[in-house]
């Protein structure tokens, strides 16, 4: 009799402690559910900021301005949107309790936890390409804007370089000739010269305004795989907890 005490006791603790489990999943998938949806968001506001898009549009002599940016955008929207579905799994399947669909969500955050290290480190290696492309397609308009031969591209790379301009509140790259200066109230019409001495450069802008976007992107997948490490430690545990169940064979 006092071993089947022992027994039922031992039985308690295990469903206890699985019982604990089962809520601090729940309450992680619901997070992660909730991130899901706030990458989705933030994707959809990076695909669509006036800032980026007013320069990612541009064409200039039958060229497209770079879009590698939106690579990066368009895996964001897709990961947000896989990340609820597998939250809503992971959710389901922690208050069912249920092996099966434990084990899906499992594989599908191993996975997913792939695919997240797969992508960092592709941004990692391009995470200057982004505003490098950008530097060349502008330097290209450029170079037709201060032509004074009187190139026929020339009033095209105006609209161009104002479309820069105006976007970035910069002028020139930086170190700008004296020729450059001699058309800068052509090309940067609402700057005075004392404005334009003031102004920074369009290639620090360019880098500071991918630079910062991508910050944020690093961000919120460290925050996304951190979470993620901490869902297959108690999915891991749950199940367990729950094959070694009263009842369950």
């Known amino acids: 009799m006092q071993k089947d005490e022992l027994v ?7 469903a206890g402690c699985t019982k604990c ?7 992680f998938n619901f ?7 706030v990458i989705l968001a933030v994707a959809l506001w990076l695909r669509h900021d006036s800032q980026t898009s007013n320069l990612l549009i541009l064409q200039f002599e039958g060229q497209q301005a770079p879009g590698t940016f939106y690579i990066s955008v368009y895996i964001l929207i897709a990961v947000g949107a896989v990340m609820m579905l597998v939250g809503f799994l992971g959710c389901y399947g922690a208050i069912q309790e249920s092996q099966c669909l434990l084990g899906t969500f499992f594989f599908f955050l191993i996975i997913l936890f792939a695919c997240e290290v797969a992508a960092a480190m592709w ?5 200057d390409t982004i505003s490098k492309e950008l530097i060349n397609f502008y330097d290209s308009a450029y170079i037709k804007a201060v032509d004074v031969s009187g190139s026929p591209s020339k009033d095209s790379a105006i609209k161009v370089l104002e ?3 105006s976007t970035l509140d910069c002028c020139g790259k930086g170190d700008d000739t004296a020729l450059f200066k001699q058309v800068v109230g052509t090309l940067c019409p609402r700057k005075t010269q004392e404005d334009f001495l003031k102004s920074q450069s369009c290639h620090y802008k ?3 305004l991918f630079s910062e976007k991508l910050y ?3 961000l919120a997948a460290l925050v996304v795989a951190v979470i993620m490490i901490f869902e ?5 545990v749950l199940c367990c907890g729950i094959r070694n169940s009263p009842g369950v064979y």
């Open 206 to 208: 360019l880098i500071e």
């Open 21 to 27: 489990i089962k809520y601090m999943l729940f309450f």
């Open 216 to 218: 944020l992107i690093g």
């Open 232 to 236: 297959m430690i108690f999915t891991m």
């Open 123 to 127: 941004g990692f290696m391009n995470k």
């Open 163 to 165: 479309v820069f301009h």
């Open 8 to 14: 039922k006791t031992g039985n308690m603790v295990v």
């Open 31 to 37: 997070i992660f559910w909730l991130a899901g949806g």
